[in-house]
């Protein structure tokens, strides 16, 4: 059974730090880009980042570009969102999500976890 | 302002078709495929359709999914209760270099 658990939300200040870690079972890990998706509370759907499968390439939505950094430990099976220089627009729910092998579809995501950024 | 479009609203009687559509652009839907979600409330998104038109394993064949120029649309026929949710579309989008979803839909069934 694929499974997909975040952990390390929380609340933060403004201006903090905080990294997300989601921790992948049941695939072959290795083998698939990752996503994360956020969801700022009552809003939509907001795509933040994804990871290539070794690492090699990343991508990010314009509003968090050089403070937030995605990565993955494919030995661990582990795929990771580093949040700097955190703000209030950044208070959401976070999913890890799993894309498809040939494209952008979704199958598999966590369960979400909230990041609130407040002083 | 989402750069995928979707009305924010849709509603139906069971037993009803409900269509959803999404519009978006040359450097989106045009030249890549759409996926669909629905989200119940307190849940995770959930997988609905994805490459424009295809079913995952488990998703009852009421939903359908259709794409043409720079527009898609998802259907729902014989609308049940259980169908009450918020519907996400999202692509690919080239310009940007990342993904894009559709504002959402959040659909009554009455």
């Known amino acids: 059974e694929v499974q997909l658990v975040e952990s390390g939300g929380g609340l933060v200040q403004p201006g903090g730090s905080l990294r997300l870690s989601c921790a992948a079972s049941?695939?072959?890990?290795?083998?698939?880009?990752m996503s994360w998706v956020r969801q700022a509370p009552g809003k939509g759907l907001e795509w933040v980042a994804n990871?290539?499968?070794?690492?090699?390439?990343?991508h990010y939505v314009d509003s968090v570009k050089g403070r937030f950094t995605i990565s993955r430990d494919n030995a661990k099976n582990s795929l990771y969102l580093q949040m700097d220089s955190l703000r209030a627009e950044d208070t959401a729910v976070y999913y890890c999500a799993r894309d498809g092998f040939n494209g952008w579809d979704k199958h598999y995501w966590g369960q979400g976890i909230l990041v609130t950024v407040s002083s | 302002q989402s750069v995928l479009t979707q009305p924010p609203s849709a509603s139906g009687t069971p037993g009803q078709r409900v269509t959803i559509s999404c519009s978006g652009s040359?450097?989106?839907?045009?030249?890549?495929?759409v996926n669909w979600y629905q989200q119940l409330p307190g849940t995770a998104p959930k997988l609905l359709i994805y490459s424009n038109n295809q079913r995952p394993s488990g998703v009852p064949d009421r939903f359908s999914g259709s794409k043409s120029g720079t527009s898609a649309s998802l259907a729902i026929s014989g609308l049940q209760s259980e169908d009450e949710a918020d519907y996400y579309c999202?692509?690919?989008?080239?310009?940007?270099?990342?993904?894009?979803f559709g504002g959402g839909t959040k659909l009554t069934v009455l």
């Open positions: 049941g695939f072959t890990f290795n083998i698939y880009w």
């Open positions: 990871i290539k499968q070794d690492g090699s390439e990343k």
């Open positions: 999202a692509a690919w989008d080239d310009s940007l270099n990342g993904e894009v």
């Open positions: 040359r450097s989106n839907i045009a030249i890549n495929t």
